[in-house]
């Protein structure tokens, strides 16, 4: 069974600084992981995902995510926020079930950039 | 030119009250969904359907029933409803195979008063 945790469900930080959003991950199987993006009032855009090859990978609005199998981590970063970013961010691993690949979300960080 | 399209944006009904939402998706995947997005952001996956075959179907009341006329389209239909329906509801679809990623359609807010 895959699962999603996300720790801390609120981070704030300020604009020009950098951002770091945990995610760990649990899976039977080798994992594909996503990040999604959720501005207000908006639908889920995908960041990035990591599949196979290069574990750290390179998203859209200059985010990257690492893939660390030992640590069963994806954290996303971004060097220096700026106000745009603020969202919620949610990751997801993807994977076999007995119903065909089914996601899997975490709770979601709303990330708040400080002027 | 959108990929996933949902409508309406925003409804607002009463309790009692039976309501559609429509949802269809351009980029030929052959698979689609239904996620409910509660007030905390939360996300829960209700149904799947896959080339118009239901996959998955969560633990929702039957008050809901999903409708796949094509494997472009997913309408989801709900019945004398409640006021903790109250959401935002997420169509999505996908590729076959794990390493796709979904798309998502920008999501009806439904309100019941």
């Known amino acids: 069974a895959q699962s999603v945790t996300q720790l801390g469900s609120h981070v704030s930080v300020s604009e020009g600084a950098l951002v770091l959003l945990r995610c760990n991950y649990s899976s039977s199987v080798p994992p594909y992981l996503f990040w999604y993006v959720q501005y207000p009032n908006q639908g889920l855009q995908l960041l990035l995902k990591y599949t196979t090859g290069a574990t750290l990978v390179k998203g859209i609005n200059g985010f990257e995510a690492e893939f660390k199998k030992s640590e069963t981590s994806f954290h996303l970063t971004k060097p220096s926020a700026h106000m745009s970013d603020a969202a919620e961010y949610f990751c997801?691993?993807?994977?076999?079930?007995?119903?065909?690949?089914?996601?899997?979300f975490g709770t979601g960080t709303s990330l708040t950039v400080i002027p | 030119d959108t990929a996933v399209s949902q409508t309406p944006k925003y409804l607002v009904t009463q309790m009692g009250n039976d309501k559609s939402i429509k949802c269809e998706q351009n980029l030929g995947h052959d698979t689609m969904y239904w996620y409910k997005q509660d007030s905390k952001k939360f996300l829960k996956i209700m149904f799947s359907?896959?080339?118009?075959?239901?996959?998955i179907n969560e633990t929702v009341p039957n008050r809901f029933s999903p409708k796949s006329p094509d494997k472009a389209h997913l309408n989801l239909h709900i019945n004398s409803l409640e006021l903790g329906d109250s959401a935002v509801y997420f169509c999505?679809?996908?590729?076959?195979?794990?390493?796709?990623?979904?798309?998502f359609g920008s999501g009806t807010r439904l309100t019941v008063v």
């Open positions: 999505a679809s996908s590729r076959a195979g794990p390493s796709y990623g979904y798309t």
């Open positions: 359907y896959n080339n118009k075959e239901l996959i």
């Open positions: 997801a691993v993807s994977g076999p079930s007995n119903t065909g690949n089914q996601f899997y």
